[in-house]
Structure formats: C-alpha cells, structure tokens
C-alpha cells in the first residue's frame, strides 16, 4: 500500500488524506473505516503499553489465519492484563468482510490498522519529545 512506509514504520501523506482516498476512491463504507479505525486506537493502546513487542507479529501475517491469530492473542493477553478488549465482537463482521465469492478482506484491514498504528506512534513519540 503505497499510504504506508513498512520499514520507517511511518505514514506516507497523512492520515486524512488516506481516508479521502479510501473512502472516495475505494469506495470504502464509512463505518467500516471507523471500525477499524478503533480498533487501530485501542491496539496502538495496547502496543505502547506493552513496548510494541508484538506489532511485528502483525506486520509479518501472511494469511487471514494468522493475521486473526495475532489479533486474537493480543486480545487475550490484553484482557489478561485489564487493559481491556481491543475487537469487540461486532467489530470482526466490519473489520473481515466477505466478497460474494467468499473472499475475506484481511489485507486491506491488516493495511489499514498497521497505518492508524504508525501514525499514533509517530504522534506519541512528537508529544514526548
């Protein structure tokens, strides 16, 4: 995705103008995007509480199945350690849609969380210097 610089860990051209993009150009429900969305804050939450130990985790899956794994385990040891759940239940409908051929959207969504997270820590990281 050309939106993301994966080894800076960085946001090409800002948040606000993807979200143009993705909504005008892709077409993208909106309240799938704030899905997500959500889901990108409470993970950056839970990442900078944990020293960002598993976000290569996320960044590595290569399949849905191991995408949903990383996530999975993040929300079990996030709610381990009363940080609290980072997908609600009706969130994975939103966040993995289906195609009317069966194909389930987990790139896009992988892309699009990995992008709210660079950008929260890049935030953070200007706020505390």
Known sequence: MFFIDRRGRRVVGGSKLFELYIKVVEGMDPTRLETIKKVGQKLSQYLEKTGYKQLRDLEVADGYQQFLLELNRIQKDAVEK???PVVEIDDLARLFPESQEGRI?????QNILLLYIYELMHKEKEVTS
């Open 82 to 84: 009363k940080i609290g």
């Open 105 to 109: 959207f987990w790139k896009e969504t």
